[in-house]
């Protein structure tokens, strides 16, 4: 009633924690650091207790519970979690990186295969028609296309090779 201490721990000493209270329904969370330097994690409530029996006592007073306990193992247990999620994620963001790199690869090798029969084909060759069935259906518009436009490069390159056949034939024979 008169703001005396009841009780408090001997691992405390001399030292005061730093007396910051709340409700019972929201009690006061709060970090302190003690004069021989550990760190505590805190909690105070403010209640009042209730009587157990009838007897006639003086009236009820509020009391004032004000817990701390050390930091040293949370801090232990935070930093070791820490350093796991920093592993683990190193970790899967490698593997996820890995993951993806395979996947494009995959995804583009058709590309990668198409390109290089593209890339073979000459003036020699413009009778060559590629595979439409074999290709992924993203592709196979594009390879229609370009077995359409190989057929009118050969059709037209024919056409070159008679006119220069007849125009050489014309031009040797004489008038």
Not at 110 to 138: C, H, W, Y
Request: aromatic content about 6%; glycine content about 8%; charged content about 20%.
């Amino acid at each position: 009633m008169d703001g005396e201490e009841i009780w408090r721990s001997q691992s405390l000493g001399t030292a005061r924690l730093p007396l910051q209270v709340g409700s019972m329904t929201a009690p006061k969370f709060l970090d302190a650091q003690l004069a021989d330097g550990r760190v505590v994690r805190c909690a105070g409530v403010r209640f009042t207790p209730e009587y157990e029996d009838e007897t006639p006592r003086p009236p009820q007073v509020d009391a004032v519970l004000f817990v701390g306990l050390s930091r040293a193992p949370l801090d232990h247990a935070l930093t070791s979690l820490w350093a796991i999620l920093l592993l683990v994620g190193t970790g899967a963001l490698g593997v996820l990186g890995a993951l993806i790199y395979w996947g494009v690869r995959a995804g583009l090798a058709p590309l990668d295969r198409l390109g290089g029969s593209v890339a073979a084909v000459d003036a020699g060759s413009l009778a060559t028609r590629f595979q439409v069935a074999s290709l992924p259906a993203e592709l196979q518009p594009i390879v229609v296309r370009l077995n359409e436009l190989l057929a009118r490069l050969e059709s037209a390159f024919a056409r070159q090779r008679r006119f220069t056949a007849t125009a050489a034939h014309e031009l040797r024979t004489p008038l």
